[in-house]
Nanobody, 123 residues
């Protein structure tokens, strides 16, 4: 069974940092592109970043320079390091597996999702 489990969310003050983790199981992690997506209350999902199985990374303009995506293949874990957080970063953050049918930034190509971890940025 394919599983993705996020953790690391929480409440942080503006300017602070968090590192999200996504532990996966049920598939060969380093054969897939992986991604992070968030959804703020009342808004649609927003693609943030993806990492191809080759290691190449891509970022949305809204997070480029502040967020860093990475993987630890030995731990079957995807990470999202988030720095200089802003109140508008408040959202439920999801990791997702890309099925390889399209560019890793295209959410239509995501075939497995985690349950999400909440990030709240507030003073």
């Amino acid at each position: 069974e394919v599983q993705l489990v996020e953790s690391g969310g929480g409440m942080v003050q503006p300017g602070g940092s968090l590192r999200l983790s996504c532990v996966v199981s049920g598939f060969t992690f380093n054969n897939y592109d992986m991604a992070w997506v968030r959804q703020a209350p009342g808004k649609g999902p927003e693609w943030l970043s993806c990492i191809k199985f080759t290691g190449r990374t891509y970022y949305a303009e809204s997070v480029r320079g502040r967020f860093t995506i990475s993987t630890d293949n030995a731990k079957n874990t995807l990470y999202l390091e988030m720095n200089t957080l802003k109140p508008e970063d408040t959202a439920l953050y999801y990791c997702a597996r890309a099925d390889g049918s399209t560019w890793c930034a295209n959410m239509e190509g995501y075939d497995a999702w985690g349950q999400g971890t909440q990030v709240t940025v507030s003073s």
